[in-house]
């Protein structure tokens, strides 16, 4: 870990995106990959923007949706006895469509 960039990120920050399994975002400045102070300090900016407890409640109410939800519901299905196409479709059965 370079600390000396590492230590530009706010304790705060970085201990809010940890918290959140977020902590990866800073593994390009934690291994000196990103090395410009302007580039980390934008970066830390728009971290700054975005709240990682309600990122990662949305995506924990996306991923664990109620398994009755998730289930298909069995229906009948039968073959329909005939259908058209907008091609073989009259003037006044295209007109409907719209």
Known sequence: MNTLLSS???KELRESY??????HVFKYIDNGVVKDEKKI???????????PAHINSLYMSAV??????????KMD????ESFGS???ASTESY????
Do not use: Y
């Open 41 to 51: 300090n934008a970066f830390i900016d728009q971290l700054e923007n975005i709240d």
């Open 77 to 80: 299905m039968e073959p329909i």
């Open 95 to 98: 007109s409907l469509l719209a």
């Open 18 to 23: 940890v918290e959140n399994r977020q902590g």
């Open 86 to 88: 907008l091609e073989t």
């Open 8 to 10: 530009k990120i706010p």
């Open 64 to 73: 664990s949706e109620p398994k009755e939800t998730l289930k298909t519901p």
